[in-house]
């Protein structure tokens, strides 16, 4: 390649024979030796040769100082906890761990985990502290009970989504809105096998990383730092306009288990028995009504209202 006639538009700290690497804040592309100099400390457009015809490339400041974006403080998004479930690797819980600690997210919590590997993960370089203050929890409804908004993350592949699935810019932003006001819990599955359809009812929506076709998964440990730097990197959490208390999980969970005894006494529903020979419903069934009350997106008063009528029916229908 001609140094003199470049072939396309150079980014910043992308070179060729006889062109300099620009610092990386840098705003030109492709400025050629001879005018490095001459424009030090000024602005100036430089003349591009693309296909041998010249043509005018954005103004630039050569020395401008680099300027370094800082990410989310604490405080901004003190409201996410991340969950993970069911994992069983300690590098990869590691790995998570120190992802969430180079963010500033701060709040690990872990459903029903392999304990020796979450004991070995202890260890993790630089994220001892934030996994020694990790909550344990053994069921999923109650790690997110205290949450508003809850949102799992999947590859989407062979399975049928039955939530809405969006992808990592619009969620992050829809997230970032939610934690100007509300805590939000984000679920991450076992290395082997994600989230399972139980967990994933509990979900409001989902978020879905994109990646080739070919290889839909990701690495535990990197799906957290991707997802983590989406939420982080815009440095702020959005204010929210809503003004209205959503409710939380727990409320909804419970809800949901009132209905369901409700369709179960009243015939809607047939029973059938767990090991403990106590009635309850298929579990296809709860995790569509799970799912349903969760689309309902409730606040917590019409939540507590709804809880109120349900309990009335039960009764009724038991008396």
Not at 151 to 167: E, I, M, Y
Not at 176 to 196: C, M, Y
Not at 262 to 283: C, I, M, N
Request: aromatic share 6%; proline share 5%; charged share 25%.
């Amino acid at each position: 390649m001609d140094s003199a006639m470049p072939t396309g538009l150079f980014q910043a700290g992308i070179h060729g024979p006889g062109w300099h690497i620009l610092p990386e804040n840098s705003l030109c592309y492709g400025l050629p030796p001879t005018q490095l100099g001459a424009t030090s400390n000024a602005w100036n457009r430089a003349a591009i040769w693309s296909s041998g015809a010249p043509w005018l490339a954005s103004c630039c400041r050569l020395e401008t100082p680099f300027r370094r974006k800082e990410l989310c403080s604490k405080r901004q998004f003190d409201g996410l906890r991340v969950v993970l479930v069911n994992t069983r690797n300690p590098l990869n819980i590691g790995a998570a761990a120190r992802a969430m600690s180079n963010f500033g997210f701060l709040h690990l919590r872990v459903v029903n985990p392999f304990e020796l590997a979450f004991r070995e993960a202890r260890s993790a370089v630089g994220a001892a502290p934030l996994l020694a203050q990790a909550e344990e929890f053994k069921s999923l409804a109650e790690a997110v009970a205290d949450c508003s908004l809850v949102v799992g993350t999947s590859a989407v592949g062979r399975r049928g989504p039955q939530h809405l699935v969006r992808d990592l810019r619009q969620g992050g932003r829809m997230i970032r809105k939610r934690l100007g006001r509300d805590r939000v819990a984000l679920l991450f599955g076992s290395e082997k096998r994600g989230l399972s359809n139980e967990d994933l009812s509990h979900c409001h929506w989902l978020l879905r990383v994109p990646t080739r076709e070919e290889h839909r998964s990701m690495n535990l440990g990197q799906a957290v730092a991707v997802c983590l730097y989406e939420l982080a990197r815009e440095g702020t959490a959005i204010p929210a306009r809503e003004q209205v208390a959503l409710a939380r999980a727990g409320d909804l969970e419970r809800l949901t288990s009132l209905l369901l005894g409700a369709l179960l006494a009243s015939g809607y529903l047939k029973p059938q028995l767990d090991s403990e020979s106590k009635s309850r419903a298929p579990a296809p069934v709860e995790e569509k009504i799970r799912r349903l009350i969760r689309r309902m997106n409730l606040s917590a008063e019409d939540a507590e209202l709804l809880l109120g009528m349900v309990r009335q029916i039960l009764w009724k229908i038991k008396t």
